[in-house]
């Protein structure tokens, strides 16, 4: 079935955002390029079902916490201490988000993406930032979706547009649904520990109880919003109540991942992302990528799925 665009219907006095559908063998992809360049659905056919294989997005709601999927980027996660510095020069960035002290993921988010070429089971998203709400970065990122058999496939590119060296980082915010038979399992070697926020106060090797993934594990248990340090670049979610296992695996192993399992609802988030948390104050900024003008770094990201 061809790739289309449809225009939804208003919702009160908003009118929601565009959806374009992309379909291959058993799966379906819905995008909404304006919203941040995020993903609104993506489905397994089984009879004549859809199943989602991520949170369908709610498009009553504008925010992008909403969604199924959206891309971060030209940072991942918070930045604390108002901005950051590169050698002598200081460079403020801005809360970006209501209710979070921080700058949060990017400004990619919070921009329309635009459609460069879409076909039956790919689609090439585009955005030109300059200094978005006064950040100091001015990019080009790039997303390429892609339905393969069994799989989605999302490459996330940026490439440095500015007149000085910046550091980068990238990565992708899958919301994951789950109940109480659903296991997950992501190998890592530690975690940063936080304290009454999620900013990391440091490294442990020692992963404290119900939050150890390197078998197979529950999803039930206190609020995790922490990053794992090791990750291989493989995760295994199995589903036995939908008959159903995905998989993620990102080829460009920075060893960073990110667990968001907030207590009590249906839904967690195990992101791929290149650096940590506010990277750019730890020691030697590490998962940050300098990228002189003109050039550019890429995650590339697979999301498989089978029938149990």
Same mark, same amino acid.
Request: net charge negative; hydrophobic share 35%.
């Given at each position: 079935?061809?790739?289309?665009?449809?225009?939804?219907?208003?919702?009160?006095?908003?009118?929601?955002?565009?959806?374009?559908?992309?379909?291959?063998?058993?799966?379906?992809?819905?995008?909404?390029?304006?919203?941040?360049?995020?993903?609104?659905?993506?489905?397994?056919?089984?009879?004549?079902?859809?199943?989602?294989?991520?949170?369908?997005?709610?498009?009553?709601?504008?925010?992008?916490?909403?969604?199924?999927?959206?891309?971060?980027?030209?940072?991942?996660?918070?930045?604390?201490?108002?901005?950051?510095?590169?050698?002598?020069?200081?460079?403020?960035?801005?809360?970006?988000?209501?209710?979070?002290?921080?700058?949060? !993921?990017?400004?990619?988010?919070?921009?329309?993406?635009?459609?460069?070429?879409?076909?039956?089971?790919?689609?090439?998203?585009?955005?030109?930032?300059?200094?978005?709400?006064?950040?100091?970065?001015?990019?080009?990122?790039?997303?390429?979706?892609?339905?393969?058999?069994?799989?989605? *496939?999302?490459?996330?590119?940026?490439?440095?547009?500015?007149?000085?060296?910046?550091?980068?980082?990238?990565?992708?915010?899958?919301?994951?649904? !789950?109940?109480?038979?659903?296991?997950?399992?992501?190998?890592?070697?530690?975690?940063?520990?936080?304290?009454?926020?999620?900013?990391?106060?440091?490294?442990?090797?020692?992963?404290?109880?119900?939050?150890?993934?390197?078998?197979?594990?529950?999803?039930?248990?206190?609020?995790?919003?922490?990053?794992?340090?090791?990750?291989?670049?493989?995760?295994?979610?199995?589903?036995?109540?939908?008959?159903?296992?995905?998989?993620?695996?990102?080829?460009?192993?920075?060893?960073?991942?990110?667990?968001?399992?907030?207590?009590?609802?249906?839904?967690?988030?195990?992101?791929?992302?290149?650096?940590?948390?506010?990277?750019?104050?730890?020691?030697?900024?590490?998962?940050?990528?300098?990228?002189?003008?003109? *050039?550019?770094?890429?995650?590339?990201?697979?999301?498989?799925?089978?029938?149990?």
């Amino acid at each position: 079935m061809p790739s289309r665009a449809i225009d939804t219907p208003r919702a009160g006095s908003r009118t929601l955002p565009k959806i374009h559908t992309l379909q291959a063998g058993r799966q379906r992809l819905l995008v909404t390029p304006e919203l941040g360049g995020s993903i609104a659905a993506w489905d397994w056919q089984r009879g004549d079902q859809w199943l989602p294989l991520f949170r369908p997005a709610d498009l009553d709601r504008p925010d992008l916490y909403s969604t199924a999927c959206f891309p971060l980027v030209p940072w991942s996660n918070r930045i604390t201490g108002g901005g950051f510095e590169v050698g002598a020069a200081r460079y403020p960035v801005a809360p970006n988000r209501a209710g979070e002290p921080y700058p949060i !993921h990017g400004d990619g988010w919070l921009q329309a993406w635009t459609v460069s070429s879409q076909g039956d089971d790919r689609m090439t998203l585009e955005l030109n930032s300059e200094r978005f709400a006064g950040n100091p970065y001015t990019y080009r990122a790039r997303q390429v979706l892609t339905l393969r058999e069994n799989a989605l *496939e999302i490459e996330l590119r940026v490439s440095n547009e500015g007149q000085q060296t910046m550091p980068f980082g990238l990565g992708l915010h899958p919301y994951f649904l !789950h109940d109480a038979n659903t296991r997950l399992q992501f190998r890592s070697r530690g975690v940063w520990l936080s304290g009454n926020d999620p900013i990391p106060t440091g490294l442990s090797r020692k992963l404290p109880d119900t939050w150890d993934y390197n078998r197979p594990a529950s999803l039930d248990g206190p609020l995790v919003d922490n990053c794992y340090e090791g990750w291989d670049g493989l995760a295994m979610i199995v589903d036995p109540t939908r008959c159903l296992r995905l998989q993620m695996h990102t080829t460009d192993r920075s060893g960073y991942s990110l667990l968001y399992r907030p207590p009590g609802l249906g839904y967690f988030c195990l992101e791929p992302i290149t650096h940590p948390i506010d990277a750019f104050h730890l020691p030697n900024r590490p998962g940050l990528i300098d990228l002189a003008p003109g *050039e550019d770094m890429v995650l590339l990201t697979r999301f498989g799925v089978s029938d149990l």
